[in-house]
């Protein structure tokens, strides 16, 4: 259910899930709230005015009676259960005057449409169960029970070729299961990987089970690994669940975990810890809704390729060395069960191709779940992160490459940079007169650091502002208590010691700008290479595909703002989310959607940005905010003033 | 080197190979000599006269001197080295005059020519290899080390599609071992199995091994296993071993092994009998010309459907019982090493398929060698054993049937049955007027039992001297020393026990003539089942296969006398010896022949007889030397006077 906010004095109005918060709600609108203490009630900042509608207030213990009663509400304590009408107070000066509100455009864009994108798909699986009765063997008719078993299949399905078997177990039990089940049984056919591949028989189950069929999508992150059950019949998402790589332990990024792959038995833990996570994952998801592990009929996976390269425990060492080279990037259908996989020994698991060291099959599953490889129109497709990955192309051609952005997006080199969990700050504004912060947390807690998306608000409020200049150096001439020489050169003081998590004043340094700015300029520099690579210019795209978890969190015009996303039209944005994810659930639901994967894999070519001379360059004229070149970035107040 | 002998006064001449030992040829040749003790060269019977020529004689030992000077010597212990003219010396009756020989048409028919049976051959391997410089990765060109491989192979064979791969050890290793041969490296490529499935890359070695390619060929019988090393670059057997079946220990035939397999872990220790055999000709073969069982690249084996059933460790059970169904009949192509055999992990066993329980793949094996498949030509095509095999058929149409034919032809209740090694009776004559034995043993040795050679030989002569009737009962009124009432009914004495190895005598009963009856019956009512299944005769018949060792060392005259054979056209029958090894080493030397077994597989109907009324009433009619029915025997005597 959908509720409208409609902020007063700004005149904003926006569209929110029922049970939203109401600071959250307010910051995604590019509402400013003074909030100080990222949404734990204890400032007492957020005091807002209820109008019209009522909101659920969690606590009033910040507030008096008097001024619940006259319609006031803490609004990191608010949540919206129908729609109302919310006044900010004017915010009263040192001099004792209202501060005038300057409303600002809604920052947020909501997702596009995604069905012209990813299209449709049929329930198709490329697994898929026939029940069958077959007769019984007489003196006249006494062909072997595999025969019999194939002569009864064909009869069940005359059009398709004579499938395949060869797992020694099913052969080995095969009479016995037939004659138990007194020969009615359910075959688990797996589809060829080309069309022209006969089918494969690779389980025999007694009885009728055909309404049991289910497949695990799984995204395999260096972070998290996410597991999504399908019951394949349906084609509906049953059962979800999710959890850290327990690689994790080796190290937060591939090239740790390369390096402890090289070391002895490493590459054997590595591979253990991440089939560790895969089981608890799909014990989750079996527990969910009451099914056994060995129900699962596919595992579809994909992951970067070093992640591949562990799971199957290929050691990653030549990936990590220039010309970084893989050592595999077609994988083969293996069965789950020989990695240690809690499943069915007969159950397959397909590891989503990849097309270079740093272009991993991540990738190839999200382009494919979009459709890159189908359409006339040229996107380009960006899954920003430590390593940010590009691929720019239509249906007849396809260019992809891996920059190496830093870990600023995920929180690595900035001094409270943290992951995306409790106590992150995740939206950021600054007031344009006072410099005051409003402060929004993941989880409405203390703020206990700064997440990726918080970053990117943070610095386009500051640069907005005029807190900051384009090269990313705090203004020395504010006199403001929160603008400041600190330890690491000029800061900002996002929380003080008493309303953060960690009793001590959250910043955010020159440091930490020096390296926002460097990852988003690996990334544009990335963007312009790619396409000046095919002759193309970020004018002719006609979309632009943000891939990704972090992704998914960017604000458009901030990320524009800050030049780590390109300055154009609006409306040629789409956010994919999990792409990867995406493409897994759509290829283990329809198998002709899943060929099309083939054609991706075909069609992009790898271009190596590690020792490119014009990366360089454009890496270089990135390092600004937003570019030193602002006619690129056209709706730029520069330009625009 | 072949020598002509020439016997006098029959004046037969045959051609032997240098080496032949002297009383052999005479048998084979059919003329009698007299020999009692199988050729160990103690009765001293078998004394012939050296006319011209010279032989080698191991001993002179029974023989004095002086003899010795005029030319005497011992048949059993005289070796063929050059042409020589043989004298048989007249029989001294006991009335002084000498016994009229009476000489004999040669009854063992050579060979003939197997070339238009099973034609020529390529050296076109179903596993090749190819040596590749790879070209290292830079920069610019940093395609996984798989790709690059697969580019190299497309490059140097641009019309084949490009190869799969799926060992997971390969892929591990393959970024090292690339490496460490410094890019140069040579590919095992499993050519598909059908002719449109791409190659797959089984394995992969440093340096240039393309000189050594080397294919086993196994022929898993019941009884024996044999295995033929070929090298795949010149088609030549370079190395040849076999041994008895360790299976042996668990019962003689499949009945008693599928009995056994039926025990508690008893399929698992047959399993591990056939696989401990088989790796004892592995080791006999690569010992004999120095190479490794990991130079071994492919195995292609036969054997009959139980065998095949327990080399795969699958249950043999239902074979046993009505309506007799084999498991699986088409069985997939393994990793011999799976199973246990001492194979790199890469190498691929593949079993010929079968047709029924009872018609294996030795026997689909057999037929692809003479290429039924491929021919107008109507074939009977036969094997002789305790399960008799037949097959009738052409390049369009195949039925086949199985007999129980019992063990006789095995040594089974035979008295003094026993298989074919040193010390059985193989051949035998009986003097037509004194009723005394011509014995020949395999090995020159003192006469230890008959082998089925043997008791045929024994059996037609019998029959044909009128020692014993058409009914298999010894004449009553021979008042003979060898003929005699003994504990199993009336018998004949073949070896006094002075001339035998095992110090008794060695006789022939009528209780063995039932059984060998029995056994003969139920194969020829088997040709008849089948010919009429289809509307033919044995006149129809362009060519009669005798395959399987023992089909070997038939005498096609006493064959045909006992009624095992048909009689008709002798320039019809073709000896093939072992088919079911031959069609194993022609499918490892040419897979193009190799995938014509899929047409044998596919045209062959089983007919099962062992249910069948029409199999019963053939049977009974056969039940007589050499049928109730002369007309089917024109050749017999009866017929001729």
Chains 1, 2 share one sequence.
Request: net charge negative.
């Amino acid at each position: 259910m959908e509720h409208t906010i409609h902020f007063l004095p700004d005149d904003v109005r926006i569209k929110v899930e029922d049970g939203e918060n109401l600071l959250t709600a307010a910051a995604a609108a590019g509402v400013y709230i003074h909030a100080f203490c990222g949404g734990d009630g204890v400032c007492g900042k957020c005091k807002v005015h209820l109008e019209q509608g009522e909101v659920k207030s969690d606590t009033a213990a910040s507030l008096k009676q008097h001024d619940y009663d006259q319609g006031v509400r803490l609004a990191c304590k608010s949540t919206i259960t129908s729609d109302v009408t919310i006044r900010i107070p004017e915010t009263i000066k040192a001099d004792g005057k209202a501060l005038k509100r300057q409303p600002k455009t809604t920052r947020a864009i909501s997702a596009r449409s995604l069905e012209n994108l990813i299209g449709t798909w049929s329930i198709d699986p490329p697994v898929g169960k026939l029940f069958l009765k077959v007769p019984p063997p007489t003196i006249d008719d006494n062909i072997s029970d595999m025969q019999r078993l194939m002569r009864t299949i064909k009869a069940a399905q005359p059009d398709s070729p004579e499938p395949n078997y060869d797992h020694p177990q099913l052969i080995r039990q095969l009479s016995t299961d037939l004659r138990e089940a007194n020969w009615e049984i359910t075959v688990i056919l797996l589809h060829g990987k080309r069309a022209d591949e006969p089918d494969r028989i690779i389980a025999v189950e007694p009885g009728d089970t055909t309404d049991r069929l289910y497949g695990l999508a799984v995204d395999i992150g260096t972070t998290t690994i996410g597991g999504v059950l399908i019951d394949l019949n349906t084609g509906k998402i049953i059962a979800e669940a999710s959890g850290y790589n327990s690689q994790v332990g080796y190290g937060e990024d591939v090239i740790s975990r390369m390096i402890y792959a090289a070391r002895p038995g490493g590459l054997k833990g590595l591979q253990g810890k991440v089939v560790y996570t895969i089981n608890t994952i799909i014990e989750d998801v079996c527990k969910k809704v009451y099914i056994s592990p060995s129900d699962i009929s596919y595992i579809m996976a994909a992951g970067n390729t070093v992640m591949a390269h562990l799971l199957l425990g290929i050691n990653p060492r030549y990936i990590r060395e220039a010309p970084y080279v893989p050592s595999v990037s077609q994988f083969p259908l293996t069965r789950a069960a020989e990695l240690g996989i809690a499943a069915h020994p007969s159950v397959r698991l397909f590891l989503y191709p990849c097309v270079s060291s740093y272009v991993g099959g991540d990738i190839i599953a999200g382009v494919h779940a979009c459709q890159m490889q189908e359409s006339e129109e040229i996107s380009l497709f960006i899954d920003i992160g430590t390593n940010g990955e590009i691929v720019v192309g239509n249906k007849d051609w396809m260019v992809c490459s891996a920059c190496s952005a830093g870990p600023a997006f995920e929180g690595g080199g900035i001094k409270f940079g943290m992951r995306a969990s409790q106590g992150a700050i995740e939206n950021f504004q600054i007031h344009p007169e006072t410099f005051d912060p409003m402060i929004v947390t993941i989880g409405q807690s203390k703020p206990r650091g700064i997440c990726g998306s918080g970053l990117i608000s943070i610095v386009s409020e500051l640069l907005e502002a005029g807190v900051i200049d384009p090269q990313g150096k705090f203004r020395r001439d504010l006199n403001h208590p929160r603008i400041r020489e600190g330890e690491d050169r000029w800061e900002y003081v996002l929380a003080w010691d008493r309303d953060s998590m960690i009793g001590e004043d959250i910043v955010i340094t020159e440091v930490d700008l020096d390296n926002l700015i460097r990852a988003k300029g690996a990334m544009y520099a990335g963007y312009q290479t790619l396409l000046e690579s095919v002759g193309l210019t970020f004018n002719d795209l006609d979309r632009v595909i943000l891939a990704g978890n972090f992704g998914a969190y960017i604000d458009l015009e901030r990320g524009i703002a800050i030049g780590l996303l390109p300055d154009i039209d609006r409306d040629r944005f789409y956010y994919l989310g999990n792409a990867s994810m995406l493409g897994c659930q759509i290829s283990l639901t329809d198998h002709r959607r899943f060929r099309g994967r083939v054609a991706v894999r075909t069609l992009m070519t790898n271009i190596e940005l590690a020792e490119n001379p014009d990366f360089m360059n454009h890496y270089m004229a990135a390092l600004f905010l937003p570019h030193t070149d602002l006619s690129l970035f056209p709706s730029n107040k520069a330009n625009r003033s």
